[in-house]
């Protein structure tokens, strides 16, 4: 993706809009891939989410300016549909793994939450009060 976005920012008209246009694209657009590597190397969970939410705020910037780019009238829609179904899929599917993961982090904390209640209680169930050995 990020090639494609430099490969028609190279392409655009030499024109004072272009050009400022131009360069937030080639920012947002190639700093998806850039985050979503970082975000695979994240050092925890929290650290996880905050990259992958980087990665969701570019990739939906480059919209913008793509769609910008077309409102304008400096490229054609049919120039850019590729390049924009690309970065819609890029979305969904960081958006449904941001939903994901909070999700499955709510489940940890309740169930972490339930065990120390539990334990707490004395309702341990790994500890049978019924042995048979003496106290």
């Known amino acids: 993706m990020a090639l494609d976005v430099i490969s028609l920012v190279e392409s655009l008209p030499a024109s004072r809009t272009a050009n400022v246009i131009g360069r937030q694209l080639i920012r947002s657009g190639t700093s998806i891939g850039a985050n979503y590597r970082a975000a695979c190397r994240g050092k925890s969970k929290a650290d996880l989410l905050f990259k992958l939410s980087i990665v969701e705020e570019e990739a939906d910037e480059t919209v913008y300016w793509l769609e910008l780019l ?66």
């Open 70 to 135: 077309i409102e304008s009238h400096i490229v054609s829609k049919a120039r850019v549909a590729a390049l924009l179904k690309e970065t819609d899929e890029i979305i969904a599917m960081i958006v449904a793994s941001i939903k994901t993961l909070r999700e499955r982090n709510e489940q940890f904390k309740n169930h972490r939450k339930s065990n120390n209640k539990s334990l707490k209680l004395g309702h341990d169930s790994r500890i049978n009060k019924h042995s048979s050995r003496p106290a």
